[in-house]
Nanobody
Framework: QVQLVESGGGLVEAGDSLRLSCAAS????????VGWFRRAPGKEREFVAA????????VYAESVKGRFTIARDNTNNAVYLQMNSLRPEDTAVYYC???????????????????WGQGTQVTVSS
């Protein structure tokens, strides 16, 4: 199965933008549905955004809708999370996750995903 490595996190100010990347290796990436999650200090891991395996279906958490955009590049085995208008409450460790599937569907629960990256820290100062 694939392995995932996130990058692109950092320290930014409120209102700034960041683009996170998730590089996949070791599998047929196009057969995986992919999701982005985050965990803020002292909180549970929460859903941010997800694709179906083709990328044709996308879904976002209400808290990021209109500010965050996901994209995937199956040719280059990568997914991206473009984050605009960042807020201090977006501060968290961000993870990408993958689930091999033959369904054209997306998944929003952490328990739906058996494969996880190590995470990348995003800190937004006010």
């Amino acid at each position: 199965q694939v392995q995932l490595v996130e990058s692109g996190g950092g320290l930014v100010e409120a209102g700034d933008s960041l683009r996170l990347s998730c590089a996949a290796s070791g599998g047929t990436f196009s057969s995986y549905a992919v999701g982005w999650f985050r965990r803020a200090p002292g909180k549970e891991r929460e859903f941010v955004a997800a694709f179906s395996r083709s990328g044709g279906i996308t879904v976002y958490a209400e808290s990021v809708k209109g500010r965050f955009t996901i994209a995937r590049d199956n040719t280059n085995n990568a997914v991206y999370l473009q984050m605009n208008s960042l807020r201090p409450e977006d501060t968290a460790v961000y993870y990408c996750a993958a689930r091999q599937t033959y369904r054209s569907y997306y998944y929003t629960a952490p328990s739906d995903y058996p494969v996880w990256g190590q995470g990348t820290q995003v800190t937004v100062s006010s």
